[in-house]
């Protein structure tokens, strides 16, 4: 399992916190009807994305892929663009293929029930990458990080001023982040939010429309001004449109620390991006497969939670000679 060690920023949760999950809902999750499987040498894996447009995602993906084919494994790699039922489409196409697991990055697990079945149903096990728990998931990595990067925000605008909530709430982490602002903000009287749900695909472009029609309805406001982002890849669509109306007074809040963030960090153009060891945590699902077909019944569904670093200005130097290449 992931360490919680402290990084160059702030540390995450411990997993001791996953311990709020009841008894009964572990009961009901994971391979629960799964006969003990025996590992193989030479395992089959199908790996249903949320969308390849998302820069952080196909990291990951990638990162799981080589993990697998490294171990002589054979990978599917499947594009659900963003579609909820696309992608239990591509779970129930995947178990037809009676692959030896299947990997589902981003979407809600809770959503996933009939694609989940069909999977319990014929002993393949099922690991999430970012979805959360649900009756069916025998491994999850925990992606929201949502309550450091609010308490940021807050912080930085003195508790007081205008923000704008670009988010994408069929994304289980965005979902988590969304909550988190929403949570924490509401009882700041002294913050305006404007919520806005972006489109996936075509976050940047969304994004950007949302943030150039928000900063013209804004226009004779004073004070404090954020906009807090569900990922990098929308947060640079609203970047793009704070530089076509020559606004720099605006923060910028957002997750992933992709290249791209990590450049508008450094020039300025982006306040922090929350980076999260979602390698790590996709090599952790990898490795864990042989184990839990092997356990079957007796595997112990759970989640794992990767560590995070916000970067800044302040400490972006540090990171990137960290996590160079």
């Known amino acids: 399992m992931l360490s919680t060690r402290s990084t160059p920023g702030r540390r995450f949760r411990s997993v ?3 311990s709020g999950l009841t008894a009964a809902a572990l009961a009901l999750t994971g391979c629960s ?3 003990p499987q025996a590992s193989s040498k030479a395992l089959s894996v199908g790996i249903v994305t949320f969308s390849t447009s998302d820069v952080d ?3 990951m993906v990638t990162s799981m892929t080589k993990v697998a084919e490294s171990k002589g494994w054979s990978v599917e790699n499947l594009n659900a663009n963003g579609d909820q039922q696309q992608a239990v489409t591509d779970i129930k196409n995947l178990v037809t293929k009676n692959v030896s697991a299947i990997i589902v990055t981003v979407f809600d697990s809770t959503a996933l029930a009939s694609g989940l079945s069909a999977a319990r149903g014929a002993n393949i096990p099922v690991l999430s990458a970012g979805g959360g728990m649900a009756p069916g998931i025998a491994l999850s990595t925990d992606d929201g990080a949502g309550k450091p990067m ?3 925000m807050l912080k930085d605008i003195k508790n007081t001023g205008t923000v704008l909530n670009l988010t994408y709430h069929p994304g289980v982490p965005c979902r988590q982040r969304a909550d988190a602002f929403d949570s924490i903000v509401k009882k700041q009287s002294g913050v305006s939010v404007t919520n806005h749900e972006i489109s996936i695909p ?4 969304t994004s950007k429309a949302a943030t150039s029609a928000w900063l013209s309805a804004n226009a004779n406001k004073s004070g404090n001004f954020a906009i807090f982002n569900c990922y990098d890849d929308n947060a640079l669509g609203a970047v793009s449109a704070l530089q076509q109306n020559g606004r720099t007074d605006v923060k910028v809040y957002s997750y992933n620390a ?3 963030a990590l450049q508008a960090v450094r020039a300025g153009t982006m306040t922090a991006t929350l980076w999260l060891d979602l390698a790590s ?3 952790i699902l990898v490795d864990s ?3 839990i077909r092997s356990k079957g019944a007796s595997w112990k569904p759970r989640s794992v939670i990767p560590d995070y670093v916000i970067v800044t200005k302040s400490n972006i130097d540090s990171f990137s000679a960290a996590h160079a290449g």
Do not use: M
Request: a positive charge; glycine letters at 8%.
């Open 202 to 205: 075509g976050a940047a472009e």
């Open 281 to 283: 945590a996709g090599k």
């Open 258 to 260: 992709t290249p791209s």
């Open 150 to 152: 609010v308490d940021l």
């Open 16 to 18: 001791a916190a996953i």
């Open 57 to 59: 995602t196909n990291k």
């Open 289 to 291: 497969i042989p184990q």
């Open 33 to 35: 009807s799964a006969k």
